[in-house]
């Protein structure tokens, strides 16, 4: 009986693995498509599979992609400038090499030759998407805007579902005060379901465009989505502030300084909720803060001058009413130079003027965008001249 039973469940056994071995699907074949496809998932054991499988086939040239599409997704943009070798540009494998080989570029900051490659791209292969998408950041980082938005809508063709192209438009739109457009691309990017962190941070800035707009209740409504930011409740303690619910704001407003003292937004309520109970002193105290860290925004030296006249200190209310024309007088330059950078495109010159007007407001992100941009046009000049590069991989850029 007992040779009997051993029998059988061998024989089960031996059925049993059979039936699985039939019925579990097969690996996906060991092609360049499959291997990206593992890249896009994050499959390192796919990667590596595919990768070796290649190589046995004799396609060195298609492990050598695989491996560097991987490299790329894990940041290692200076490896996959010294592996892609230059005879792909060549090759079958020309789009994947360009595509690569733009991003990696621009990602260590060499955008003049991230810029060259990646027009390539686009002009060979239009529908490549990533070379579109990098090729809009390009024209972003270097304040090219009217073609980082051209970039913009063909990813939008391409790729209807994608949030990011909305976000960089609105970054654009922001930039020029149109709150408006903006407004529109913010939700926009919303409806495409973009992950968690990313949905705050759109909602806070289709927030301040509807508040620009004094459209405070819908500006209410939408941050009622985020009540576990505090600069959500801070935006908020503004819009009510704004629609007259003064104690509803000055509650938010001191819940979110309990947290986060430093929060400007929050202390633009505290300003005006001490200068409505008679604590002039103190409110102008809050907006000499808030002026540090800021000094661009107008309206808190607006006020703070109103109410240095109030508590008659003339002298120190005209040294901020010196400061309020100095800037004003700033943003009229920028706003000038702005007009003549996008009516001379290649014109490095007002670029520098911007570059030094933005450092004088203390609008860092901006002076470095528009020195980037002047460098840019610097080289594109001195490209014209006969000394233009080779798609290849170059040494990374020291910076702006």
């Known amino acids: 009986m007992g040779r009997i039973f051993i029998s059988v469940l061998i024989a089960g056994l031996g059925i049993g693995f059979l039936v699985w071995f039939v019925s579990s699907p097969p690996p996906p074949p060991a092609t360049l498509e499959a291997g990206l496809a593992c890249v896009d998932r994050s499959d390192a054991a796919g990667i590596e599979r595919i990768e070796q499988a290649l190589r046995k086939q004799g396609h060195e040239d298609e492990a050598i992609i695989l491996q560097c599409a991987w490299l790329a997704q894990r940041d290692r943009y200076e490896e996959v400038l010294k592996q892609l070798p230059e005879r792909l540009a060549d090759s ?12 990696s570029l621009y990602r260590i900051g060499n955008t003049e030759h991230a810029e060259i490659v990646l027009s390539k791209s686009v002009a060979e292969f239009p529908d490549e998407v990533e070379s579109w998408r990098h090729l809009a950041l390009v024209y972003y980082n270097v304040a090219r805007d009217d073609q980082a938005m051209a970039s913009q809508l063909q990813i939008q063709k391409l790729a209807p579902d994608d949030f990011r192209p909305h976000q960089l438009a609105a970054l654009i739109l922001v930039e020029k005060e149109d709150f408006a457009g903006a407004a529109g691309e913010l939700q926009a990017a919303l409806e495409k379901g973009p992950p968690a962190q990313i949905r705050t941070d759109l909602r806070a800035g289709l927030a301040r465009c509807l508040m620009r707009q004094s459209q405070y209740a819908d500006a ?34 001191r819940d979110v300084l309990s947290l986060e003292p430093a929060n400007l937004s929050a202390l633009r309520v505290k300003a005006q909720q001490l200068r409505d109970q008679d604590k002039r002193a103190d409110a102008a105290e809050i907006l000499k803060r808030i002026i540090s860290a800021e000094p661009f925004d107008m309206e808190s030296r607006t006020f703070r001058v109103q109410l240095l006249d109030q508590l008659g200190l ?34 490095p010159a007002p670029r520098w003027e911007l570059v030094q007007t933005y450092r004088a407001m203390g609008r860092v992100q901006l002076a470095e965008r528009w020195q980037r941009g002047a460098r840019y046009c610097e080289a594109r000049l001195k490209r014209r001249g006969g000394q233009g590069p080779l798609i290849k991989a170059v040494e990374p850029s020291t910076g702006p």
């Open 92 to 103: 079958p494998l020309r789009r994947q090499y360009l595509r690569l080989m733009g991003e």
């Open 220 to 253: 209410v409504t939408l941050l009622d989505q985020e009540s576990n930011s505090p600069e959500a409740s801070a935006l908020q303690a503004n819009c009510y502030w704004a629609l007259g619910d003064k104690l509803r704001a000055g509650l938010l407003a």
């Open 314 to 347: 003339a002298e120190e209310r005209d040294q901020e009413q010196a400061e309020q024309a100095r800037y004003q007088g700033l943003i009229e330059k920028a706003t000038e130079y702005r007009k003549i950078a996008l009516a001379e495109p290649d014109a």
